[in-house]
């Protein structure tokens, strides 16, 4: 199982939000590139970024950032936030960004969704965000009224490998993981699973490992002290992915 640290990037700062709400955003870290090297140390290979500005208002807001970690950091970089079109998932893949996270499109365009995965493979994860079942979109600020598992169902068939699947009301909280509904997620598609959102301790890391996921994203709890990411590497026997 593979340990993401996170980072989220709002007007060119670390940040973190609770339950999604950008009114909350607080500085978490001084500087990216810092904090990328810190994660590097402690044996991460993989780092979690989302471009909240861009996830808000719908286009590329911090590209120059996202790229510089992933020339100078030595991690392989997932980015999510505001990837709306063909376009920009090839402007990122094509300039050092090893996965690209597909949110509100998976909703709003399948179909980019389905040319994505069949050019780009396992570079192409999608992200599925939920309150109370229901997939939220544009940066979490509106809810659909499709279910997580029938988005899940239909990114499969697209030919989608890779989902990421947060439960909002839980993020940035520290109050555990939605396990019941990975679980089901992770029942209902033979996608990979990487648990988002709400994870606070190595329990959490034990958790998703017994439910057989692919990965775990750790933010917030990196940043208070509540998981130590070189204990989570170690716990979740991180390997290649």
Sequence with gaps: MIILPAIDIKDGCCVRLRKGDFSTAHKVAEDAGETAASFLAAGARWIHMVDLDGAKEGEVKNAPLFLEIA???????????????RKTIEYYLENGISRVILG????????????AAAAYGDRIAVGIDAKEGMVATEGWLDTSSVGYLDLAKEMEQ??????????????????GLNL???????????C?????????????????GRLGLHGVICG????????????AIETAGDQPC
């Excluded at 019941?180 to 033979?190: C, D, I, N, R, T």
């Excluded at 988002?196 to 959490?204: A, E, F, I, N």
């Design 71 to 85: 020339r100078t950091s030595g991690l392989k970089v997932e980015l999510g936030g505001g990837i709306r079109d």
């Design 104 to 115: 509100s499109i998976a909703v709003k365009n399948p179909a980019l969704v389905r040319e």
């Design 158 to 175: 697209a030919g989608v490998k890779m989902i990421i699947f947060t439960d909002i009301s839980r993020d940035g909280m520290l109050g």
């Design 180 to 190: 019941e509904q990975l679980a089901a997620l992770e029942k209902a598609v033979s």
């Design 192 to 208: 990979n699973i990487i648990a988002s959102g709400g994870v606070r301790d190595l329990r959490d890391i034990e958790a998703c």
């Design 220 to 231: 917030k709890a990196l940043y208070t002290g509540s998981l130590s990411l070189r204990e």
